[in-house]
């Protein structure tokens, strides 16, 4: 059974960091990712990165904020996310894939990141 369980979600102030991690089981991904949804917006890509994690994509908000990292070892991938706004509040999805870079078929359940002002 192929599971993907995030952790690390929780409440901060603007400004702070908190770092969020992906764990899988039951298969590995070439590419793993982090997509994130609001209260009334639709799922957005947020961070993505290939397996050797040489290569790694971010959306423009989150580009030199976030860094997404994987250890292959554990089958696990993180996103560290600094100086925080309370525009990156959401629920943050972690993903797997086997294909071409940035495709996903497998999702976690979720982990809430509220930022307060």
């Known amino acids: 059974q192929v599971q993907l369980v995030e952790s690390g979600g929780g409440l901060v102030q603007a400004g702070g960091s908190l770092r969020l991690s992906c764990a899988a089981s039951?298969?590995?991904?070439?590419?793993m990712g982090w997509f994130r949804q609001a209260p009334g917006k639709e799922r957005e890509f947020v961070a993505g990165?290939?397996?050797?994690?040489?290569?790694?994509v971010y959306t423009t908000s989150v580009k030199g904020r976030f860094t997404i990292s994987r250890d292959n070892a554990k089958n696990t991938v993180y996103l560290q996310m600094n100086s925080l706004k309370p525009e990156d509040t959401a629920v943050y999805y972690c993903a797997g894939g086997t294909g071409a870079l940035g495709t996903y078929t497998y999702w976690g359940q979720g982990t809430q990141v509220t930022v307060s002002s």
């Open positions: 039951g298969r590995t991904f070439s590419n």
């Open positions: 990165i290939s397996w050797s994690g040489g290569n790694a």
